[in-house]
């Protein structure tokens, strides 16, 4: 038996999300058919972690054991000709056999994208959280940096979540403003259920003036699940990159003090 | 009865083009019974042009006629309450009688994106035909400038269609490149039956060092349908821009000069 390690791109518009279910397409449930059938064998992945309906992967990391029965070269092309127009494998290769997707991460990178014209734009629609206000961009980005360091972030955990450890540190937090949208990147040792999307709603009301910057210390520390209700939708949410290794992800955080 | 005239946006992927049909979902098919249903008689609209399965449009124009059952801007409202996600009206208006999507029209512009990397995309694949092949822009250039002018475009349209008059005027061919894509932008009093897509695919072999620029006006003058045999895909293009009013068109053809 390998280890086999694969990073793949998808656009989440199609499924309900990760992981595997036997009513409705899932990527879990693609790429375990579509491995299955090239290695003859029954295949089982792990993700890095489970996307939710909608959301996209700009890479998405996952390993599986197997009897390699090709070229671990061939295995991508074989998979990139069966898989759907709308998940594309990157990378294929043999890792050590203690490797694990979900384990083995160090941390990961999420990406919001948001676009507030008045009308609604078909082409942005299934990319982006369509939110129709003007945002100040100057108090968001000062709410941003309450949100980085290592907190219990329990007030961002979705409700009925059974997690116990629930503090997480986030190391940077980017606002980028393009012509058509707003990009919000987040990098952090882990995440809680929803609390990319819950933490982006709390930023958002900083940005239409329902929440003042300085408070955002008070909602993390109050641990008061009611303070931070607002969940913008899967569609605009990105999985943007996994790390595995402490010195990559050293140097893109600290890229951010230059 | 009242003319009634709809500018949308679409994004094609999903449908099997304009025209309305039986058996599968088209553009024309979902707004005429979204049309029907809201003004509760039996609707038939005109489009500026049909676009073909996977085409994408910016500014599609619609005529039809109706008794106008609501305040015209209640329509616009109301018809993007019910449209699918892939489809928006962006303008609803009450026009004269003789004013008709088609007819009015005196020119047309079209886009038509490619991407060129090595590896697919699936954000990018929807949206764009993938040529992956390193494309020479300054040969591309020249060859597209051999368009500009009133030609017999028999050549360039789809065998098998029937139009007789075949002589159509391309004003103005413009290339970007951006980070992720080639963007062609055609603009012309109207275009034979996958002109547009033929031109490109001309255009792509020059990039490519199939076809030397200079024998462009060679192959347009030969109206041998053999000289321009690559057509590609739909997913690529986009119906961008369509003129009812000949100082607009002038104006946006002018530009150029500066």
């Given at each position: 038996m390998q280890?086999?390690?694969l990073r793949l791109k998808?656009?989440?518009s199609h499924y309900r999300g990760w992981q595997r279910q036997n009513s409705s397409p899932t990527i879990q449930g693609v790429l375990e058919k579509a491995l299955t059938k090239l290695l003859k064998q029954e295949i089982t992945i792990d993700g890095s972690g489970r996307t939710d309906a909608g959301v996209h992967a700009l890479?998405?990391?996952?390993?599986?054991?197997?009897?390699?029965?090709?070229?671990?070269?061939n295995l991508k092309f074989a998979l990139n000709k069966i898989l759907p127009i709308d998940i594309y494998v990157n990378e294929v290769q043999i890792v050590p056999n203690d490797f694990h997707a979900r384990y083995s991460a160090v941390g990961k990178t999420y990406a919001y994208k948001v676009y507030t014209d008045y009308e609604r734009n078909p082409f942005l629609d299934r990319y982006?959280?369509?939110?129709?206000?003007?945002?100040?961009?100057e108090s968001m980005k000062s709410a941003m940096a309450h949100f980085i360091g290592t907190y219990d972030y329990r007030t961002y955990m979705a409700s009925g979540s059974s997690t116990k450890n629930t503090t997480r540190t986030i190391y940077r937090f980017d606002l980028d403003e393009t012509d058509e949208s707003y990009v919000f990147t987040i990098t952090g040792n882990g995440f809680l259920y929803n609390m990319v999307r819950i933490i982006v709603g709390t930023v958002l009301?900083?940005?239409?003036?329902?929440?003042a910057p300085d408070q955002i210390l008070d909602?993390?520390?109050?641990?008061?699940?009611?303070?931070?209700?607002f969940t913008p939708p899967g569609n605009g949410l990105y999985l943007k990159n996994v790390y595995y290794d402490a010195q990559t992800l050293n140097e893109f955080v600290s890229e951010m003090m230059k």
């Amino acid at each position: 038996m390998q280890t086999i390690f694969l990073r793949l791109k998808y656009d989440g518009s199609h499924y309900r999300g990760w992981q595997r279910q036997n009513s409705s397409p899932t990527i879990q449930g693609v790429l375990e058919k579509a491995l299955t059938k090239l290695l003859k064998q029954e295949i089982t992945i792990d993700g890095s972690g489970r996307t939710d309906a909608g959301v996209h992967a700009l890479d998405q990391c996952v390993t599986f054991k197997a009897h390699l029965i090709m070229p671990v070269e061939n295995l991508k092309f074989a998979l990139n000709k069966i898989l759907p127009i709308d998940i594309y494998v990157n990378e294929v290769q043999i890792v050590p056999n203690d490797f694990h997707a979900r384990y083995s991460a160090v941390g990961k990178t999420y990406a919001y994208k948001v676009y507030t014209d008045y009308e609604r734009n078909p082409f942005l629609d299934r990319y982006h959280f369509h939110f129709p206000h003007k945002l100040d961009s100057e108090s968001m980005k000062s709410a941003m940096a309450h949100f980085i360091g290592t907190y219990d972030y329990r007030t961002y955990m979705a409700s009925g979540s059974s997690t116990k450890n629930t503090t997480r540190t986030i190391y940077r937090f980017d606002l980028d403003e393009t012509d058509e949208s707003y990009v919000f990147t987040i990098t952090g040792n882990g995440f809680l259920y929803n609390m990319v999307r819950i933490i982006v709603g709390t930023v958002l009301h900083v940005g239409v003036g329902k929440i003042a910057p300085d408070q955002i210390l008070d909602i993390i520390e109050s641990k008061d699940r009611n303070r931070a209700k607002f969940t913008p939708p899967g569609n605009g949410l990105y999985l943007k990159n996994v790390y595995y290794d402490a010195q990559t992800l050293n140097e893109f955080v600290s890229e951010m003090m230059k």
